[in-house]
């Protein structure tokens, strides 16, 4: 039986895998998927426990993701200091403010999830200084995440 901890670690591992260019992305995605739902099971065992994963790669503003995490978990956390080393991290404590998100169930209905959408420190949700973002809904069939404004045709 894995730990929290171990299964994070895969979960990670495999995430990372998603940025290389010869894999299987739908069969890293259920193996994920099957993750997460061995995380949620463990977590269930847990008062008051969760799993946060933050993402440091793909994106311009990681880095600042990571130094807000950091900052929550220290003020959070009086004994903690971050020094790199990601075993520290086990145990603490961190507010999180929760927000729901439709996907496409693989039958092609529309489902909802609540995910952690911003770390604050637990001092900031106990005087409520927080807003709960709005569901965030698929785009229209047809309609794109992205806009393509920028090329030429």
């Known amino acids: 039986m894995n730990s929290l901890y171990e299964l994070n670690q895969a979960w990670q591992e495999l995430a990372n895998m998603l940025y290389q260019d010869d894999v299987d992305e739908q069969a890293i995605l259920d193996t994920l998927e099957s993750i997460e739902g061995e995380i949620e099971d463990k977590a269930d065992n847990y008062p008051n426990a969760a799993t946060y994963h933050q993402m440091l790669e793909g994106s311009d503003k990681a880095a600042g993701f990571l130094k807000g995490l950091m900052t929550s978990l220290e003020a959070s956390n009086p004994d903690f200091k971050w020094g790199w080393d990601e075993k ?66």
């Open 88 to 153: 520290k991290l086990v145990g603490l404590r961190c507010g999180a403010i929760f927000g729901e998100e439709e996907y496409e169930k693989f039958d092609g209905s529309v489902g909802t999830s609540c995910r952690v959408k911003f770390i604050r420190t637990i001092k900031s949700i106990q005087e409520g200084n927080f807003k709960v973002p709005e569901l965030k809904k698929l785009p229209v069939k047809g309609d794109s995440y992205e806009s393509f404004d920028y090329l030429p045709f």
